[in-house]
């Protein structure tokens, strides 16, 4: 198979689809693999890395393109990409289409084979292709929101994990899958008081044992929610539906309840976010300010750590990406329920149902 490694085109994306070692291995087992020059120098990987991995470097995204069976990304193609991605070509990304019906059409019409890395799923139900880069963006929500709390950037001016005399500053999340788990971690470990809400008594047990007695866990509501937003100086919104759109669990309403400078980073915004204010942030302007409350809302947040942020992936996808391109995408998925999951759009029809459950579509075809 012929498979194709396009440089990132999104805002401050500089992360890569695949390192030079995911390279290597592709091409012993006689794959041809194209990379855009340059795609990697954001996380460290030159073309000469590649060209000595065994790929062959393409001076344009046109051609890396129009040259591919397969296209292995980062992020969703954004709309200069809509054009270049080909029927029958297998485009293996983060797509999160949930929260967007114009890229979902997009794709819709180019007639691709759209495999989704956060829908493929094990059969214990977790996401193994989601789980480092949520690792990830748990880890940097503690760092954004720690940086955005103080005063300058228009927060509360409160320092996290406080000093003696002082009390620590008071985290609040919103989940407790991957995401709310890493936040918890490294906002415990800077001092600060952390309260973790969610729906899933087994996760709270699990979080109550292994974390330390300044984490504590609420079952989550709107009465809780609305209690602690009052309170809590950093929210983080770490909740996931698979496949399908963050509910709202802050409203506009309650933002007014919030003491001013508070910080909210709602790393679900690649899912539509779960704070009804949410709009999504680039890396470049990455703030904004309703009703006193600080947003942030980056919907790339791992691409500003690309090195840390590449290698993890693609220590995730490789397998899969090889059993695409020795099997062929049809066989692969019939080999593996895992990897068929992943399956979102086949040739211009949608084979995921919470993508047609959340645009209220009547039928697998828009």
Known sequence: MI?????????????VGMTP???????????????????????????????????????????????SDMIVKVKEPIEPEYHLIQKGQVIF??????????????????????????????????????????EVAGRMAIQQGAKYLEKPEKGRGVLLGGVPGVPPGKVLVLGAGIVGTQAAKMAA???????ILDINMKRLRYINDVMPSHVV?????????????????????????????????????MLKSMRPGTVIVDVAVDQGGCVETTRPTTHEDPVYIIDDVVHYSVANMPGAVPYTSTMALTNVTLPYILALANKGWFKACEDDLSLHKGLNIIEGEVAYKEIIETFQWDTALA
């Open 21 to 67: 070692a995911g390279i290597y291995e592709l091409v012993k087992n006689n794959h041809t693999v194209y990379v855009q020059s340059t795609a990697g120098e954001g996380s460290g990987f030159f073309d000469e890395d590649y060209i000595e991995a065994g790929a062959t470097i393409l001076a344009t995204i046109e051609e890396v393109y129009l040259s």
């Open 3 to 15: 498979i194709g490694v396009p440089k990132e085109i999104k805002n401050n994306e500089s992360r």
């Open 217 to 253: 866990t609420e079952f989550s509501n709107e009465f809780n929610i609305r209690k602690h937003i009052k309170t809590h100086d950093l929210i983080i919104g770490g909740v996931l539906l698979k496949g399908a759109k963050a509910p709202n669990l802050i409203t506009r309403d």
């Open 189 to 195: 470990g800077l001092g600060a008081h952390v309260t």
């Open 93 to 134: 990304t983060y797509f999160h289409f949930a929260s967007s019906e114009k890229l979902t059409r997009a794709m819709i019409a180019r007639g691709a084979i759209c495999i989704a890395y956060e829908t493929v799923e094990d059969e214990d139900g977790s996401l193994p292709l989601l789980t480092p880069m949520s």
